[in-house]
């Protein structure tokens, strides 16, 4: 007989998701991912000056608020015509990019690793390392004033979860300082975007910033400490973790998830923006290996098992956002996006699949390691690699711009600041967690319709019109799973690093509670 097994909420991740899985003999036989939070942008923008919405997508999240800041501009600025001078491209990448260096070392020591770290084994360390001690001592001071969260409550560990006290102290003591670099990262994007969380200086056009020496000297030595903790430490901890102790996972392909993969591309390398950091296309489960050229027509968003009025699928241009409580078969406020039909995978594992990034490819191939949970968090460390070193050459592009002798190089294009009558505009872009896309259209001078389209919208999306299961809940079927123990599960969505408070924005403007669930 099936065993249900519910996690609710599922922890470490950002907002509320639940997720409901069904075990055979202790294997998954069926999951399913609710996202249960129900909060509100799209419909808030509805009536609003569009160079407006700049700020409102910001307040989406807390984590990615820039990439959803910068991705509203553009879609302004495509609803324009207008273009964004080289200067103001290279501080848009700089403000993004900086957060993507918080949040990939985040994601893994303080989202995923304790799922894999036997926390406690650290009463066994029997070195005599200064700094080692001292994170001992502190671990089990904690101990025994019984408040170790967030290092438990936890899940039972397992054959997976590492045990060896040298280990398990080093992978702490970076735990810790990891909490001290992410801090500076999102220093660095506050030097340039005003302020963090949810920047200032993106505005329809460019930026409101003209930085001074100063502050870009500020930025470039945040940036070597930052780069340093990436390249020397958080990297070789991933890929050993993965060759090691989790090595098992991944040649499993624990997690493979659909198969299918998508990303836009994203962060311009040239003043035309032909030429990007990330690359965009598609790789189909059918044909594994073969990129197609992106065409954002073929885009559509389902909401067959969503909590939104019935409508087929269809374009986000043509979408709409209109709750329906009481519709029969429903499950989530997620919606279900699709490409061509099928259910992609968003995300840095998705990026370097499309990339056919070389090396991703080779430590996966070398180590026999197949695409899954672990392949996720390989990945992650491999674009963190390319982020640092396009930052270098963004800050010294932009330092070589505003430093040229009687040159004061444009910050925004002024001659777009009047909103279009009539219009629509689109942005494909990536954010650390995936493919973002913001869709909008433009009536007497204002919002008419905005639709997002996030990462986790794709990888967490519930069963569409063909019953097609999204992404994390293919990826959670065939999982082995004890379900008095169900760890397995939760380090599968989590390297996913879902966003629920992106995937579903609808509130009540006025607060009022709409209904209990």
């Not at 899985?21 to 609710?34: D, P, S, Y």
């Not at 702490?172 to 920047?199: C, D, F, R, T, V």
């Not at 070589?400 to 009539?422: F, N």
């Not at 966003?499 to 009022?512: F, K, N, Q, R, T």
């Amino acid at each position: 007989m099936a065993k249900r097994v519910v996690i609710d909420p599922v922890t470490r991740v950002e907002g509320h998701l639940r997720v409901e899985v069904e075990i055979e003999k202790g294997i998954v036989t069926n999951a399913w991912a609710q996202g249960t939070m129900f909060r509100g942008i799209e419909q808030i923008l509805q009536g609003r000056d569009p160079r407006d919405a700049v700020y409102i997508t910001e307040r989406i999240c807390g984590v990615c608020m820039a990439s959803h800041g910068w991705t509203s501009a553009m879609a302004v600025e495509d609803a324009h015509g207008a273009d964004v001078p080289r200067a103001a491209q290279l501080i848009r990448n700089l403000i993004a990019g900086s957060l993507w260096l918080h949040d990939h070392p985040l994601h893994f020591y303080h989202l995923s690793a304790l799922d894999y770290l036997d926390v406690l084994a650290v009463d066994h360390y029997k070195g005599n390392a200064p700094e080692l001690l001292a994170v001992k001592n502190k671990i089990l001071s904690l101990v025994k004033a019984g408040d170790t969260a967030p290092l438990t409550p936890r899940y039972q560990p397992d054959s997976y979860s590492v045990n060896d006290p040298e280990i398990v102290i080093t992978a702490l003591a970076h735990y810790l300082e990891a909490l001290k670099i992410q801090g500076k990262a999102k220093k660095m994007s506050a030097i340039l975007g005003g302020k963090q969380p949810h920047q200032s200086s993106i505005v329809v056009g460019g930026v409101t910033i003209y930085p001074r020496k100063e502050q870009l000297d500020a930025f470039r030595t945040l940036l070597n400490e930052v780069v340093s903790f990436a390249e020397l430490v958080y990297v070789p901890d991933v890929v050993s973790f993965c060759t090691g102790p989790l090595l098992g996972l991944g040649k499993a392909g624990v997690g493979a998830g659909s198969g299918s993969y998508i990303a836009y591309g994203g962060f311009p390398m040239d003043d035309s923006g032909t030429e990007t950091l990330f690359r965009g296309g598609f790789i189909s489960g059918k044909a594994p290996g073969v990129v197609e050229e992106l065409d954002m027509s073929k885009i559509t968003e389902s909401v067959a098992s969503a909590w939104y009025k019935e409508g087929e699928p269809a374009n986000p241009w043509d979408g709409d956002t209109v709750i329906d409580f009481d519709k029969k078969g429903a499950y989530s406020f997620i919606k279900s996006p699709r490409y061509k039909g099928e259910a992609a995978e968003v995300g840095p594992l998705a990026r370097m699949m499309v990339m056919q990034h070389s090396g991703l490819l080779d430590l996966m191939s070398r180590y026999g390691i197949k695409p899954g949970a672990v392949a996720r968090h390989l990945a992650r460390a491999q674009e963190t690699l390319l982020m640092t070193s396009s930052m270098y050459r963004w800050l010294n592009d932009l330092e070589e711009l505003l430093g040229r002798k009687g040159s004061r190089p444009a910050i925004h294009d002024s001659s777009h600041w009047e909103p279009p009558a009539q219009g629509q505009g689109v942005a494909l872009n990536e954010a650390p967690r995936g493919s973002l896309g913001h869709w909008l259209k433009i009536d007497n001078n204002v919002i008419s319709n905005y639709q997002m389209v996030v990462p986790t919208t794709w990888n967490s999306s519930p069963r569409d019109e063909k019953n097609m299961p999204g992404p994390v809940e293919q990826a959670l079927k065939g999982l082995p799973v004890d379900p008095d123990n169900p760890v397995n599960v939760v380090r599968v969505i989590r390297s996913f690093d879902p966003c629920l408070a992106c995937a579903v924005h609808l509130i009540d403007a006025d607060g009022e509670k709409i209904v209990r669930l």
